[in-house]
């Protein structure tokens, strides 16, 4: 195709991407072009030759609203034939109820009342916030998805603290303080009703952090003052499962508090766990998530619910090198003996192949080796061009397993 074929007048972007080698016999490529306005906005999309048949375009319009906003993104387009990615006229209607077909659609795919576009209804603020999303056609019209922005309650939300210390190498918090419940209007509280009705919100802090995700089930009413958890208190009222997550005082996530965790400390809203890695404490070991990290912010440590703690080290490239989980620190595993889980790269940092290193040492004896370690020949996996593949080192000392 030759680019006089488009479109002079406008501004536009070509592309092409072929899909056969050259000399092939049949030489395939997909082509694409699109238009833009005096703004630099992209005003329609041209698939040419990619319709169902093989001389015939595919056209995705895009319209804007009265104040500048792409409320719809319109569905494909066939035509029954190709301008050769010459732009289609377009209605340019910017009115809440525009045509429902800025393009002409002389195929019969689409009936000329369907809604073949997902619209977004926005509040008329400079946040331009959805309040409203539907998505494309008819049926799903009466069935949107509604958009709610609030501040929380009094007893909405549990106010969870940590105190965090230095030990092993890694950031450990080992405090978990529980402190009542957030003053009202201390958080944002963004509710969302999907296209069945399901209700469920979402609790951010000013920082954007998102401390709680509550899902609803059943007919949700007002209730003032702390919710109650799990539980029916009369077939009117719904019932919630909550999902905290708790931040250290560097931001990390450091809890996931699990919906019948949540129930369990809500039950108790003032109260300390202390040490909770080491003290024998059910709700955190069979029913959070936890997590540690050293001080450049590398997840290090992990404990995911009914599972032991995982560990994790890395090379001065940053790069994860050596994992550990439960079963590795026992001498009853698949490999007969304790050790981890090395990962090699090669020198563009693509992963190689991984295998399984024997060692007792410790999870901050490891990163202290390899932290201390200085380039080798070791490092990356090397490729020439005298043989095929790759020439497989596999570690045999602490030395030799830097990658």
Not at 10 to 39: C, H, W
Request: aromatic letters at 12%; hydrophobic letters at 30%.
């Amino acid at each position: 195709m030759y680019h006089s074929q488009l479109t002079q007048s406008e501004n536009y972007v070509y592309s092409k991407t072929y899909l056969s080698a050259p000399g092939d016999s049949i030489q395939r490529s997909s082509e694409m072009v699109t238009y833009f306005d005096g703004l630099g906005r992209p005003k329609q999309t041209i698939q040419i030759k990619g319709g169902k048949t093989a001389n015939s375009d595919l056209v995705i319009p895009i319209i804007y609203d009265c104040f500048g906003r792409q409320a719809r993104e319109y569905m494909p387009i066939p035509q029954y034939g190709s301008n050769d990615g010459g732009i289609y006229p377009q209605s340019s209607d910017c009115s809440t109820d525009g045509n429902h077909f800025p393009v002409s659609s002389p195929t019969t795919i689409y009936s000329s009342s369907e809604k073949i576009y997902s619209k977004k209804v926005l509040e008329n603020s400079p946040l331009d916030r959805i309040q409203q999303q539907i998505q494309p056609g008819s049926e799903w019209q009466n069935h949107p998805v509604n958009f709610a922005y609030q501040t929380n309650k009094a007893g909405d939300v549990l106010k969870f603290t940590t105190q965090t210390l230095t030990r092993d190498g890694a950031f450990y918090t080992n405090t978990l303080t529980v402190n009542g419940y957030y003053t009202a209007s201390k958080l944002y509280k963004n509710k969302v009703s999907d296209e069945d009705g399901s209700v469920s919100y979402e609790f951010k802090n000013g920082e954007g952090q998102t401390l709680l995700v509550r899902k609803v089930i059943g007919q949700e009413i007002e209730i003032e003052g702390p919710v109650e958890m799990n539980s029916f208190a009369a077939p009117a009222v719904a019932q919630y499962f909550d999902t905290y997550y708790v931040y250290n005082e560097y931001n990390q996530l450091v809890f996931v508090i699990s919906p019948l965790a949540s129930a369990e400390f809500r039950a108790n809203s003032t109260q300390t766990i202390n040490d909770p890695k080491n003290f024998p404490n059910t709700i955190l070991d069979n029913l959070c998530y936890q997590y540690n990290y050293d001080g450049r912010n590398r997840l290090v440590e992990k404990k995911l619910p009914g599972k032991g703690w995982e560990y994790m080290v890395y090379d001065k490239q940053d790069r994860l090198v050596l994992t550990q989980d439960a079963n590795l620190r026992t001498n009853t595993n698949n490999f007969g003996g304790k050790g981890w889980i090395f990962t090699k790269y090669d020198k563009l940092g693509r992963v190689v192949y991984t295998g399984f290193f024997s060692n007792t040492a410790t999870r901050l004896a490891m990163q202290n080796a390899l932290n201390s370690m200085q380039a080798n020949p070791y490092n990356n996996e090397e490729r020439t061009l005298h043989c095929r593949g790759c020439r497989c080192i596999t570690p045999r000392l602490l030395s030799q397993l830097e990658v």
